[in-house]
Each structure stands twice: as structure tokens, then as C-alpha cells.
Antibody, heavy 119, light 110 residues
Framework: EVQLVESGGGLVQPGGSLRLSCAAS????????MHWVRQAPGKGLVWVAR????????SYADSVKDRFIISRDNAKNTLYVQMNSLGVEDTGMYYC????????????WGQGTTVTVAS | QSALTQPASVSGSPGQSITISCTGS?????????VSWYHQHPGKAPKLLIY???NRPSGVSPRFSGSKSGNTASLTISGLQADDEGDYYC??????????FGSGTTVTVL
């Protein structure tokens, strides 16, 4: 079964840092591009970042550029996002999603992990 | 990057057809045939419905169809069913090699 499982969410103070992980299984992780997408409580989906299959190409939303770093370990089938200088506006559910080779869309999603930035 | 513009809500009766629009610019929707659509039930992860403007992944009902004209993409749901309720989002590739989602549309089956 193709599956993505996020972890690492929690409560963090403003200005703090957090690293989220996304464990992939059931498919060839090293061939897929991967994304992080977030959703503030009661709000819409917001694209955060993307990494290509070998990890050498990344792109970010302007709102997280220079604060977040997306990375991957293909040997461990795991995607990461290091989030620094967190603000209350970063609060929300964070989803990882797969972009299968050959399509420009997110075809498999995890169930998400919740990040709360509050003092 | 501002969110693509979608109507806040659309409703229809069972069996009817509805269409959700998604308006962007030449830098995203109008510039590429890389628009995708997602359905999200409350408290659940989004599900891919349409990719590359018109293509349906395996397992997605043919009741869902996509199209594009200029800077506006559209999702049509035909034969509306109760389980079609929820939030719908479009998403486009952009000139910066990023992605941008739409503002979201809540579909209600009357």
C-alpha cells in the first residue's frame, strides 16, 4: 500500500524551530518529487515547498523562504522540513504529498501533522 | 504569490451538474497546462481528482471533468452525489517553478 506518514508536529514558541518528517512506503520514493502543503485551522491549502527526486533542486513559497528547508533521505525513504523562526502564522496542519514521475500534481497525501506556534 | 480565485461556495441538488471556476494569471493557470483539482472532506487529507487540466487518475469517477480557457480553469461535477460535499481546491504550476492553490470552494448538496 502506498503510504505517507507525517510526524514531528507539536507546540512551539514563537521564534522557535521544529523539524517535521514524512515516512514513505509502498512506492519507489527515490523516483518521486515531494511537497509540503499546510492548512491553517479553518482555512485553505497553502503550498509550502517542493524537492526533486535526488534532492538537489528545491523551491519554496515566499512566505517560508529563508526560514524553512526541505530535504530528503532516499536511503531512509523519508522527507523532512526544517522550520525555523516560527511565527503564529505558521500554525496549522502540515501535509506531505507525492508528485509521481510524469505528472505535475500531488497524487498521494499523508494524514498530516499539527504544528501550533504559541506562547 | 496570491491564491488563485475560486467561488467560496457552490451548491446543487442530487443528480445535477455544477462547475467550479479557478482564475489565475498568465504566470500560472494561463501559462501552463498544469492545473490540478483536489477534494477534501472535513478533517481528512485532500484527494487528487484531476491533473494536467483534464486528466483523471485511475479510480476517480468520470463524473469529474476538468477544462481550461485562458487564465481560468474549471472543474465540473456531473450527477452530483451526497459524498461530493466538501471543499475543492485547484492548484497550478507557476513561472517560479512553485505551486499555488486556489482559495477553495465549499460544495453543498441540497
Amino acid at each position: 500500500e502506498v503510504q505517507l506518514v507525517e510526524s514531528g508536529g507539536g507546540l512551539v514558541q514563537p521564534g522557535g524551530s521544529l523539524r517535521l518528517s514524512c515516512a514513505a512506503s509502498g512506492f519507489t520514493f527515490s523516483r518521486s518529487w515531494m511537497h509540503w502543503v499546510r492548512q491553517a485551522p479553518g482555512k485553505g491549502l497553502v503550498w509550502v515547498a517542493r524537492i526533486n527526486s535526488d534532492g538537489f533542486s528545491t523551491s519554496y513559497a515566499d512566505s517560508v523562504k529563508d526560514r524553512f528547508i526541505i530535504s530528503r533521505d532516499n536511503a531512509k525513504n523519508t522527507l523532512y522540513v526544517q522550520m525555523n523562526s516560527l511565527g503564529v502564522e505558521d500554525t496549522g496542519m502540515y501535509y506531505c504529498a507525492r508528485q509521481e514521475s510524469g505528472i505535475i500534481a500531488m497524487d498521494v497525501w499523508g494524514q498530516g501533522t499539527t504544528v501550533t506556534v504559541a506562547s | 504569490q496570491s491564491a488563485l480565485t475560486q467561488p467560496a461556495s457552490v451548491s446543487g441538488s442530487p443528480g445535477q451538474s455544477i462547475t467550479i471556476s479557478c482564475t489565475g494569471s498568465n504566470n500560472d493557470v494561463g501559462g501552463y497546462n498544469y492545473v490540478s483539482w483536489y477534494h477534501q472532506h472535513p478533517g481528512k487529507a485532500p484527494k487528487l481528482l484531476i491533473y494536467d487540466v483534464t486528466n483523471r487518475p485511475s479510480g476517480v469517477s468520470p463524473r469529474f471533468s476538468g477544462s481550461k480557457s485562458g487564465n481560468t480553469a474549471s472543474l465540473t461535477i456531473s450527477g452530483l452525489q451526497a459524498d461530493d460535499e466538501g471543499d475543492y481546491y485547484c492548484c497550478s504550476y507557476t513561472t517560479k517553478s512553485t505551486r499555488v492553490f486556489g482559495s477553495g470552494t465549499t460544495v453543498t448538496v441540497l
